[in-house]
């Protein structure tokens, strides 16, 4: 392979790490294989680098005068058709707009690059809210119903005279829904939607898992797509939820039984508190990396199952790294870039089971 051939895989593997943590946390396994690839040489780290530049700077340029015949491919499709636009020098990029070819170029790297995608020309287009690392912010839409979002949340919101839906992709949020019966909320998030008319309730997507709690009103829970079967036994007859009561729909297993759940716990983080009760050890650790830069990483697929009952305070993420290690069966490894959790020993794994 010549030096042109690697520089270009080595950008068109960095671009794609870029879209893999776009779209949301990674799991476990991908995050064992970005800490290795971005540790193999100063060339991987630096190629990263400058793929997280190009798409902030790219989520600037207006796309909305591209031709509406360009088709909506999937976000992971894009990466082959952008990894042809890697090899423009570094210096250029800093500067996409000047002149025609600048502006046209602008255009078709984010096409291919947005983690949002776009609409059609003369579509509506959702308002969309975020938060970075260990960021909690509230926001009041257009309805008078106000959204608090945690740390590393992705949120589009429709507001309309015939409708009211949200979008959530990654993250949690706290909603405290207007009362308006001709326009029920809607909350949609992986493969399950969440509707009310004027309650207030939290959603919470993690990698595989969405978790709908009820702290006020009644939320019915159903499968974002009719056709799509949201029970692991095959039903997909909505879930009414009252207050105090959650469920949890995974990837694997479908919908769970309804439980109860501490109305004083749900939204706790939003005063910087991060409370579990019998969490297993892969969701405390998923909530965790929203609030530090510094990734951790579960390399042991057998403590993922662990459950823990504690509170933390999500500003000090290293105290809570070591209660974890002291109250489970697990020992950390800690590097600049990432902390690996991994079981102390198979036998004390063994036996917490």
Same mark, same amino acid.
């Given at each position: 392979?010549?030096?042109?051939?690697?520089?270009?895989?080595?950008?068109?593997?960095?671009?794609?790490?870029?879209?893999?943590?776009?779209?949301?946390?990674?799991? =476990?396994?991908?995050?064992?294989?970005?800490?290795?690839?971005?540790?193999?040489?100063?060339?991987?780290?630096?190629?990263?680098? !400058?793929?997280?530049?190009?798409?902030?700077?790219?989520?600037?340029?207006?796309?909305?005068?591209?031709?509406?015949?360009?088709?909506?491919?999937?976000?992971?499709?894009?990466?082959?058709?952008?990894?042809?636009?890697?090899?423009?020098?570094?210096?250029?990029? !800093?500067? =996409?707009?000047?002149?025609?070819?600048?502006?046209?170029?602008?255009?078709?790297?984010?096409?291919?690059?947005?983690?949002?995608?776009?609409?059609?020309?003369?579509?509506?287009? =959702? *308002?969309?809210?975020?938060?970075?690392?260990?960021?909690?912010?509230?926001?009041?839409?257009?309805?008078?119903?106000?959204?608090?979002?945690?740390?590393? #949340?992705?949120?589009?919101? #429709?507001?309309?005279?015939?409708?009211?839906?949200?979008?959530?992709?990654?993250?949690?949020?706290?909603?405290?829904?207007?009362?308006?019966?001709?326009?029920?909320? #809607?909350?949609?998030?992986?493969?399950?939607?969440?509707?009310?008319?004027?309650?207030?309730?939290?959603?919470?997507?993690?990698?595989?898992?969405?978790?709908?709690?009820?702290?006020?009103?009644?939320?019915?829970?159903?499968?974002?797509? =009719?056709?799509?079967?949201?029970?692991?036994?095959?039903?997909?007859?909505?879930?009414?939820?009252?207050?105090?009561?959650?469920?949890?729909?995974?990837?694997?297993?479908?919908? *769970?039984?309804?439980?109860?759940?501490?109305?004083?716990?749900?939204?706790?983080?939003?005063?910087?508190?991060?409370?579990?009760?019998?969490?297993?050890?892969?969701?405390?650790? *998923?909530?965790?990396?929203?609030?530090?830069?510094?990734?951790?990483?579960?390399?042991?697929?057998?403590?993922?199952?662990?459950?823990?009952?504690?509170?933390?305070?999500?500003?000090?993420?290293?105290?809570?790294?070591?209660?974890?290690?002291?109250?489970?069966?697990?020992?950390?490894?800690?590097?600049?870039?990432?902390?690996?959790?991994?079981?102390?020993?198979?036998?004390?794994?063994?036996?917490?089971?």
């Amino acid at each position: 392979m010549t030096s042109s051939d690697e520089h270009k895989k080595i950008a068109e593997e960095a671009h794609a790490w870029q879209v893999l943590i776009s779209e949301g946390p990674l799991s =476990p396994l991908e995050q064992v294989k970005f800490v290795s690839w971005i540790d193999a040489s100063p060339e991987h780290r630096q190629a990263f680098e !400058r793929a997280k530049l190009l798409w902030a700077e790219m989520s600037s340029v207006r796309v909305a005068e591209l031709d509406p015949a360009l088709a909506r491919p999937l976000l992971r499709e894009r990466v082959i058709e952008a990894a042809k636009f890697t090899t423009v020098p570094a210096a250029y990029l !800093r500067h =996409p707009a000047t002149g025609f070819a600048g502006v046209m170029l602008a255009a078709l790297l984010v096409f291919f690059l947005t983690p949002w995608g776009f609409e059609p020309v003369g579509a509506p287009s =959702p *308002a969309q809210h975020r938060t970075g690392v260990a960021e909690v912010k509230e926001i009041k839409l257009g309805d008078g119903s106000t959204v608090a979002l945690g740390a590393m #949340t992705a949120l589009s919101a #429709t507001l309309n005279e015939d409708q009211r839906s949200i979008e959530l992709r990654q993250g949690e949020a706290m909603f405290d829904v207007a009362p308006d019966p001709d326009r029920p909320f #809607t909350v949609v998030s992986g493969s399950v939607k969440a509707q009310a008319v004027g309650t207030s309730f939290l959603v919470s997507k993690g990698t595989d898992r969405v978790q709908i709690a009820v702290a006020e009103g009644i939320v019915d829970v159903a499968p974002a797509d =009719p056709e799509q079967t949201l029970r692991a036994n095959g039903s997909n007859t909505p879930v009414r939820l009252n207050v105090g009561e959650q469920v949890t729909a995974s990837t694997h297993a479908g919908l *769970a039984a309804v439980s109860e759940i501490d109305v004083g716990t749900l939204g706790a983080w939003r005063t910087g508190r991060l409370i579990y009760v019998d969490t297993p050890l892969s969701q405390v650790v *998923a909530d965790a990396n929203r609030y530090t830069e510094r990734r951790i990483i579960i390399t042991d697929e057998g403590v993922a199952d662990l459950t823990i009952n504690a509170a933390f305070n999500s500003d000090n993420i290293d105290a809570m790294l070591t209660t974890l290690a002291e109250a489970l069966p697990i020992t950390l490894r800690h590097y600049a870039d990432a902390v690996y959790v991994e079981a102390a020993t198979p036998d004390l794994l063994k036996s917490a089971h």
